[in-house]
Each structure stands twice: as structure tokens, then as C-alpha cells.
């Protein structure tokens, strides 16, 4: 039965049990669903070359064998069969393939597979949480079929490209642009299509990825600052889109503040994606006078976690995956040591306000077993009282230390610089490079370097000579990072041209050297202390021992 007909047949609360009851699972009924797809999932996996080759041939008979013996995974383990499109080797027939960054330029593209039972899943889930995205109070929520809804979200073969394809056949959502118009745009060309519908016909509930939002958002207030909402160009506009604006209008000018989005559009829903919507939730919210709903997911993932109508942490579905967790602290050491094994904590057994990488076995015939996809969650509760939902709540934090990832578009790595700087042909030295955010909240890349002095060119350089040559080369190798300027308006890269050495006696001051992608806040801080100091005696105090 469709969703649309279950809406007509079922009362709210069948409706809400059937798609939203694992948020009255307790601890125990959660980690039961947990167990038993987990044996199922073993048992198909265990019959199929990859299961064999990952497995090593050991089939687990219990969750503390498995977790014991089978070691833990990244894309590194599959990309030959998966790249390969190797279907033999699968645990399930795939009937769709998604795709998603690697890692930029040299390994540009993650491929996964996904069974029919993942997307039956993967449907109910992110019919759950369309359902939570409308509701103010367990049980209650605004889902009609008939509703408009612009979807500014990345298309197929991208894990969000499922959205729109898996929702269109339950129920006569009335998407901004078509999913056949929208085949034939670009992400670009989708999003201004959908917002110029949108402002003609009017939307009920808006998925979008953060980043763009909040672009739309500051770009909005510009839009309706500069006069661009006119009676010239309200040709089209529907009898109901003509009051609301021409409402705002009347408003504006009387409070003498700029049209907001909340102005014209009344949301019953609101979604975000992306690694950045808990940065950008508060001015949403005032701008568009409805708190966003964040989910998360990602191409291995899939449709992983929501937040319930309370909007104030993502609990994870319990029939997606089995998830395991590894403390900072662990991965830290991992890190450092890739021969150490870290420790992992299920579900019930993580505490509040500790930071973990997630670790992941996907069910229902997926590819990936105790996968490290690279995410950071905090655990912000194991149990809410204000809700009255008995599982853990998270905020994602970002991708793992190692890889900066700038408004869920582009994952730059270590080998990634390396490359680039090796095509520019840039005089550089040491160097290292974090990830830091403007006075707006959007994220950029901050690169330190320094400039090698025998090189006869070092002396004509400054920070902007830098950065745009670094930047045309960056462009050329990673097209994810083209789109950030054209899609967001922002300058990813800044540069800091540090002095000649000062890496070098960082490291021999603190017994250690600087992380090349995202070092320390404490280092960081070291280092400008060090620089302070340098200033001060000439860089000489630093060779004398202490």
C-alpha cells in the first residue's frame, strides 16, 4: 500500500507507530533489532566473496566473535570490486549504484551498491522523517499528499538523489522542479529552477543541503533588498503567492527591514543535509521561521539518523546498520600507530558528551562491514526527558581530523595538497593546512607555508600571489571545489606565509611535528606563541635547549 493510501485509510497514530515508533524502542528493544539483523546480515555476507575476502573466511557465530575477529574496514578494502562494479562478489543483487567523493583528484569517486531491501529501508526511514520534519509534538504532523516541495539537494547518482526517486512512487508530492525536469539541470540550474517555481507557486516543505540554504538565505535578503521583488516580475504568480508578497512588501517598508523567506512561505516541513546545519540552524530559523530538521546519511551510509520534533540531536534508525563507535581518544592512537587496533562501544554502552568515529555494517545485503565511513559524532544524551525518547542523541562534528571537508562539496586530504602543489609549481616548503570558518560561519581551507628561499621566484610572492595560483591548480584537479565559489560564493582558500624553519623549530620545541590537515587548536596556538617569540630574540632562542 502507498504511503499517499495509508494517509487517506490509517489515523495519525497508526501512521506515526508504523514509521516513527522506533523512537518508543527502549535500550534493550533497540539493541535486540540490532542483534538480529546483525546475524542475518553475517550469514548472507559470509556466502559471498566479498564476505570471504573480508571475512577471511571466519564466519562469526556470536556479536563478540565478530566483533572480535572481523577487523575493521575502509573504502580501500572494497574499491577493487565495488569500482569494478563486481556484482558476483556481492551479498545482494544491486539494483542501484551511488556515488560520492573519494578523495580529490587522484581517487576522485566512491561507488556503492544498494539491494531492493536498502531502499525499501532507506524508504521508510526517510518517510519517517519527513513525518518528524512536520511535527511540533509526538504524534501529531502536517504530511499531505499534493504538497509542493523544493528540493535543493544533489541529484542521482548521489545518495540524496534517492530522496525524490523513492518518495514519488508513495505519495503525489508536487516536487520543485519536476524529477524529470530535473534530470536535465545541473545542481545549479535545479536550485534556481526550484526557488523560481517556488516563488510563483508557493512550497510547503523545502529539502535542502545546509550550505545552499544558508547561501539562499543571505542571498534572499540581497534579492529583496535590491528591489528584485517587483510588480514587474510578478507574471505567473499565483493569487495566494501575489498576497504574500505583496504583503512582505507592505511589511518591509513599514518596519524598514528587508523581506525574509518566513515573509512568503509558510513551512510545514523543513530538512537539512550537510556537515554543517548545526552552524546554520538559529539564523535559518529566524530567517525562515521554522527550526530545520537535520538528518544525516551519506552514499555508504545511507539514510543513517534524524532528529525527532524536537530538533535537538539525531538518533540513529535502528534497521539501517550496526553501529559501533570509536572514542577520539582511540582513533587518535590509531592514527598515530596504524597497527593499533582501537576499541569500539555499541550503542549502549557510549556516554554522554564524548566524541566517537562512527563504524558501520550495513544490513539487508550491503557491502560494507565494520566500515569507518570518516564521521565524528558527539553523544549529546543517552536518554532525553524532554521528549521522552530513551536512546542516545548526536550532533555530527565533521569528518575525521584527517580530511577537511569545506560545506559537504569537496574532501581534501594530505596527498590531495601534495598533489597540487607538486602540479602549481609553487616554491613551498613546509606546510600544513586546517579547516576554519569566516564571520559568516562557512568554512574554508586556511593553508600555512612556508615559501622555500632558494628558489628564485620566493621573493616575488606574497599571500595573494599564493592563493590565486594555488586555487587555479585546485580547480583543476578537484571539480568539487570549482563548484564551491559558483554555488556558494565563497572563497575556500586563504593562505598564511609563515617564516622560513618555524615548523621545523616547532618540532624540535615540542618533541613532535605539526600534523599536516587539521592540527590541533593547542598547536596551533603553540605555534603563534612560537612565532611571538621569534619576533622577539630573531628565531635564536628556539635552537638553544630549554
Known amino acids: 500500500m502507498r504511503f499517499k493510501e495509508k494517509l487517506e485509510k490509517y489515523s495519525s497514530k497508526e501512521i506515526w507507530d508504523e514509521y516513527c515508533g522506533f523512537l518508543d524502542l527502549s535500550m534493550e528493544e533497540y539493541m535486540d533489532i540490532q542483534y538480529r539483523l546483525l ?19 571466519e564466519i562469526p557465530s556470536s556479536v563478540e566473535e565478530f566483533r572480535r575477529k572481523v577487523p575493521l574496514t575502509t573504502y580501500e578494502d572494497y574499491a577493487e570490486i565495488l569500482l569494478n562494479k563486481r556484482t558476483d562478489m556481492l551479498p545482494g543483487e544491486p539494483v542501484v549504484w551511488l556515488e560520492t567523493t573519494w578523495e580529490s583528484g587522484n581517487r576522485p569517486q566512491k561507488l556503492a551498491p544498494y539491494t531492493r531491501e536498502m531502499l525499501d529501508v532507506y524508504t521508510s526511514n526517510i518517510l519517517a522523517a519527513m513525518i518528524l520534519s512536520t511535527s511540533e509534538e509526538r504524534g501529531k504532523f502536517k504530511v499531505h499528499s499534493g504538497d509542493r516541495a523544493l528540493y535543493g539537494l ?21 516536487f520543485m522542479p519536476s524529477l524529470k525536469e530535473a534530470k536535465n539541470l545541473s545542481f545549479s540550474q535545479q536550485s534556481k529552477r526550484g526557488f523560481s517555481m517556488a516563488m510563483k507557486c508557493g512550497m510547503d516543505q523545502f529539502f535542502g543541503m545546509s550550505s545552499v540554504v544558508y547561501t539562499i538565505t543571505q542571498n534572499f535578503e540581497k534579492f529583496t533588498a535590491s528591489g528584485s521583488v517587483s510588480l514587474k516580475k510578478l507574471a505567473g504568480v499565483r493569487p495566494n503567492m501575489l498576497y504574500r508578497i505583496l504583503k512582505a512588501k507592505y511589511i518591509s517598508a513599514r518596519d524598514n527591514r528587508p523581506i525574509l523567506p518566513k515573509d512568503l512561505f509558510d513551512l510545514k516541513g523543513f530538512v537539512c543535509v550537510g556537515t554543517d546545519t548545526a552552524l546554520f540552524k538559529d539564523e535559518l530559523e529566524k530567517a525562515w521561521g521554522k527550526r530545520p530538521m537535520e538528518i544525516h546519511g551519506g552514499t555508504e551510509p545511507s539514510c543513517l539518523a534524524t532528529e525527532t520534533w524536537c530538533k535537538n540531536g539525531l538518533v540513529f534508525f535502528p534497521d539501517n546498520a550496526f553501529y559501533e563507535f570509536i572514542p577520539k581518544e582511540e582513533m587518535l592512537k590509531n592514527e598515530a600507530d596504524p597497527s593499533y587496533v582501537p576499541k569500539t562501544y555499541l550503542m549502549d554502552e557510549i556516554t554522554a558528551n564524548q566524541e566517537y568515529e562512527l563504524v558501520l555494517t550495513m544490513f539487508k545485503g550491503g557491502a560494507f562491514m565494520r566500515y569507518r565511513p570518516g564521521d565524528m559524532y558527539r553523544c549529546l544524551r543517552t536518554s532525553s526527558e524532554r521528549d521522552g525518547v530513551m536512546l542516545p542523541q548526536f550532533e555530527y562534528i565533521d569528518r575525521v581530523p584527517s580530511v577537511i571537508d569545506i560545506a559537504g562539496f569537496t574532501r581534501i586530504t594530505e596527498n590531495s595538497i601534495r598533489t597540487v602543489l607538486e602540479m602549481s609549481g609553487l616554491p613551498a616548503g613546509d606546510w600544513f593546512a586546517l579547516k576554519e570558518y569566516d564571520g559568516d560561519k562557512r568554512s574554508f581551507v586556511h593553508f600555512y607555508v612556508e615559501v622555500a628561499p632558494d628558489r628564485p621566484e620566493a621573493g616575488f610572492l606574497n599571500e595573494e600571489i599564493i592563493r590565486e595560483h594555488f586555487s587555479i591548480y585546485f580547480r583543476h584537479y578537484d571539480h568539487d571545489y570549482k563548484d564551491l565559489k559558483r554555488l556558494l560564493g565563497v572563497e575556500p582558500l586563504a593562505v598564511t606565509i609563515l617564516p622560513q624553519g618555524i615548523l621545523q623549530r616547532f618540532e624540535k620545541r615540542f618533541g613532535y611535528p605539526m600534523r599536516k590537515i587539521n592540527p590541533s587548536m593547542q598547536d596551533v596556538i603553540d605555534l603563534k606563541h612560537l612565532l611571538e617569540e621569534s619576533d622577539q630574540t630573531g628565531g635564536s632562542a628556539y635552537d638553544s635547549p630549554e
Do not use: V
Open 154 to 174: 544533489a541529484p542521482l547518482p548521489y545518495a540524496t538523489g534517492l530522496f525524490p526517486m523513492l518518495i514519488a512512487p508513495e505519495m503525489d508530492i508536487r
Open 39 to 57: 546475524k542475518e546480515q553475517i550469514a548472507c555476507y559470509s556466502r559471498c566473496g566479498l564476505g570471504q575476502k573480508i571475512m577471511h573466511g
